[in-house]
Antibody, heavy 120, light 113 residues
């Protein structure tokens, strides 16, 4: 059974970088049939897909257009995990952040969620 | 960008009665590979979303058979044949046909009357 365990700070100051990690058990970040995603949820934006990393004869990424330039999703094969970095955060980035597994055009396993508040 | 719209946004239901949630996409969700990548999720209070249905009508393991999905093209429906107390929560549809961006509906809050 696949399990995703998120970690990272719950409070980030404006203009700083939000960093979260998602540890994978029961699967491999290098599985070439899977994509590893970050999704966030806020009252104002609802559920919003942010980006993903996946291995297809090399590492690839996709990002939502609205965050391009601020977002990086990276795999860490040595620890079997992947991470989210979102730079230059503002209070509008306050949300519950989820990591999630995509076995092919869907999302079947979610992390527990991390509430990240952007505030000084 | 694809816009996914759900209705109603609030759904009060009597225990034991059926419930139906609609999901409409601004573009057809039929993929060039012949599949339609429309999923439904349930989110109970304080929990992460849980997938109920994928590819329009395929129920996930462990999902009660009172949940069923249907539809094609741009119009989809999640039906609950007889609502139980544990079904309270918010339901979301999600399109994943138009890679790489996934889009969620606004959510439908199901509550017991």
């Amino acid at each position: 059974q696949v399990h995703l365990q998120q970690s990272g700070p719950g409070l980030v100051k404006p203009s700083q970088t939000l960093s979260l990690t998602c540890a994978i058990s029961g699967d491999s970040v290098s599985n070439d049939r899977i994509a590893w995603n970050w999704i966030r949820q806020s009252p104002s934006r609802g559920l919003e897909w942010l980006g993903r990393t996946y291995y297809r004869s090399g590492w690839k990424n996709d990002y939502t257009i609205s965050l391009r330039g601020r977002i990086v999703v990276n795999p860490d094969t040595s620890k079997n995990q992947f991470s989210l970095q979102l730079s230059s955060v503002t209070p509008e980035d306050t949300a519950v952040y989820y990591c999630a597994r995509d076995p092919g055009h869907s999302v079947d396993v979610w992390g527990q969620g991390t509430l990240v508040t952007v505030s000084s | 960008d694809v816009v996914v719209t759900q209705s109603p946004l609030s759904l009060p239901v009597t225990l034991g009665q059926p419930a139906s949630i609609s999901c409409t996409s601004s573009q057809s969700l039929l993929h060039s590979d012949g599949n339609t990548y429309l999923s439904w999720f349930q989110q109970r209070p304080g929990q992460a979303p849980r997938r109920l249905v994928y590819k329009v009508s395929n129920r996930d393991s462990g999902v009660p058979d009172r949940f069923s999905g249907s539809g094609s093209g741009t119009d989809f429906t999640l039906e609950i044949s007889r609502v139980e107390a544990e079904d309270v929560g918010v339901y979301y549809c999600m399109q994943a046909t138009h890679w790489p961006h996934y889009n969620f509906g606004q959510g439908t809050k199901l509550e017991i009357k």
